[in-house]
């Protein structure tokens, strides 16, 4: 069974939104944090956007403003809004989060056309 399932990627123009979507197989409740991790081609993978289940959020620099995180433990899924996209943001984007081991999304693409 996959861990992680993402949704909500696709080909975009600079400037547009789109909300990406990660939803776990099982609860998601106890887990400490939950994160959106990007890699672009011929980059390492880089963290996006973490949140606790306190609420508690976290934003690299490259999207601070731009890109908000959510979670809904009852549906155990979280998300990513992004907006004022940029021809920067394009990679795969990969939900994750560590229970003892790593566990990772298969990806979602997010293709931002200037």
């Known amino acids: 069974q996959v861990p992680l399932v993402e949704s909500g990627g696709g080909l975009v123009q600079v400037g547009d939104s789109l909300n990406l979507s990660c939803t776990a197989s099982?609860?998601?409740?106890?887990?400490?944090?939950m994160d959106w991790y990007r890699q672009a081609p011929g980059k390492q993978r880089e963290l996006v956007a973490r949140?606790?289940?306190?609420?508690?959020?976290y934003y690299s620099n490259s999207v601070v403003g731009r890109f908000f995180i959510s979670r809904e433990n009852a549906a155990n899924t979280i998300y990513l809004r992004m907006n004022d996209l940029k021809a920067e943001d394009t990679a795969v984007y990969y939900c994750?989060?560590?229970?003892?081991?790593?566990?990772w999304g298969q990806g979602t693409q997010v293709t931002v056309s200037s």
């Open positions: 949140i606790a289940n306190t609420g508690g959020t």
């Open positions: 994750h989060y560590k229970k003892i081991r790593d566990y």
């Open positions: 099982t609860s998601i409740s106890r887990v400490y944090s």
